[in-house]
């Protein structure tokens, strides 16, 4: 079913008019991150919602400002009035709905991970490519002003050589209880899980300041196999790690270690890269992925750590998001896919970019199953 509340003429100065597939105005990410970052992108406009349910799907549309609205995911994919099209459901239903899209020829952005197992990402990776579709994935890790000030500091030596680096991560889904909507996240089978989702976003993030990964050796674990669910009070099992532990060497040469725990007590996270003439270490209360980061400098000599200034392009001076909002980032990464569609640039994560860390932890997944240390393969 589609409801029509307006109809507009597309001009080419006009935004361009976005689709979302799975926005909910209750929970979920598209209504936490997607949408406020849409509405902060001049060049673009939400222009559609789709959810599997009518009332669902009226709901959203008065909720968001959409003009239009459907229950029908595939009907508002092939209308002529969706310009472009974000799949925000979960993991498992990615596939299909990203593949209409590029057999569409519309521009898609999908939240990672983009295919449900590492031969679906293959697949929509390459009818992107066949058919020169823009594509966009939420690695928005890399638009963070601050994790671009890392990999400047990395870039121009101002650390000497990079000779090791450890990241210990918190993991805020892993905490013994899960809201009823995230349930399907405890099952592995289902491809989305903290090794696929949030341990994939830190790996990105360090590789994006430091480097590729050269081979791992990795461990996982369920240390919290009983998982209650909090509006039921139904306890379910979980088969989903959620302690991961990976190790190795950089291409660079630098060894590396990194570790997602479960989550307890206040989130936060530690980074630090050691340099032959400088130690920084990163920190923040939340998440690498959106939150502001608090840089370090160790200064040997007064044996102390000196707070580094950010970037100015960390400032929310007149910025319509709070610093510390999950859209300020994702608004970033909109304003790529945007530039991307109009001017055919290459600045967002695309679908090769993202399946090259599909390929990153997968090859985890199988070091820490088979207990052996394994070489990346670069595409």
């Known amino acids: 079913m589609i409801h029509h509340d307006l109809t507009l003429g597309k001009q080419p100065s006009a ?3 976005i689709g979302i597939v799975g926005a909910t105005p209750e929970r979920g990410w598209a209504a936490m991150a997607h949408i406020p970052a849409i509405r902060t992108v001049p060049s673009l406009t939400l222009q559609a919602v789709a959810t599997r349910h009518e009332r669902s799907a009226r709901l959203a549309a008065e909720a968001f400002g959409a003009p239009l609205w459907f229950d029908n995911a595939a009907a508002m994919i092939a209308h002529d009035e969706v310009d472009a099209v974000v799949v925000a459901v979960k993991a498992p239903d ?3 709905l990203v593949r209409q899209a590029l057999l569409a020829g519309k521009p898609v952005h999908c939240e990672m991970p983009f295919g449900h197992t590492l031969d679906e990402a293959r697949q929509l990776e390459r009818l992107a490519r066949e058919r020169s579709v823009t594509t966009a994935v939420g690695l928005q890790g890399r ?3 601050w994790l671009k000030q890392i990999r400047e500091m990395v870039s121009t030596e101002r650390l000497g050589r990079i000779l090791s680096t450890s990241l210990v991560a918190w993991d805020e889904l892993s905490v013994g209880s899960i809201d009823q909507g995230n349930t399907y996240l405890l099952d592995v089978e289902n491809g989305a899980n903290p090794l696929t989702i949030h341990c994939a976003h830190y790996i990105d993030s360090l590789c994006f300041a430091l480097g590729e990964l ?7 674990a369920i240390s919290r196999p009983r998982v209650l669910v909090r509006q039921t009070g139904e ?3 979980s088969s989903s790690p959620d ?3 990976v190790c190795g060497a950089l291409e660079t040469g630098a060894i590396f270690s990194f570790h997602m725990r479960a989550g307890s007590g206040n989130p936060s996270f530690l980074w630090e890269i050691q340099g032959e003439d400088a130690v920084l270490r990163v920190t923040s209360k939340g998440q690498l992925m959106w939150r502001p980061l608090k840089l370090e400098m160790w200064d040997p000599s007064h044996r102390r750590w000196d707070t580094i ?5 960390a400032s929310t001076v007149g910025d319509p998001l709070e610093s510390d909002s999950p859209a300020r980032f994702v608004a970033s990464a909109y304003e790529a896919f945007a530039s991307d569609i109009r001017t055919g640039s290459r600045r967002s994560v695309s679908f090769t970019d993202a ?3 599909r390929e990153t932890i997968e090859t985890i997944r199988i070091a820490a199953a088979t207990g052996t240390r394994s070489v990346l393969e670069r595409l």
């Open 214 to 220: 050269a081979d791992v050796s990795a461990a996982t």
């Open 143 to 145: 638009f963070s002003p």
């Open 15 to 17: 935004p361009i008019r």
């Open 243 to 245: 302690q991961i532990v």
């Open 94 to 96: 990615h596939y299909p």
């Open 309 to 313: 200034a950010p970037a100015e392009s």
């Open 355 to 357: 399946l090259s860390r």
């Open 235 to 237: 306890t379910i099992t």
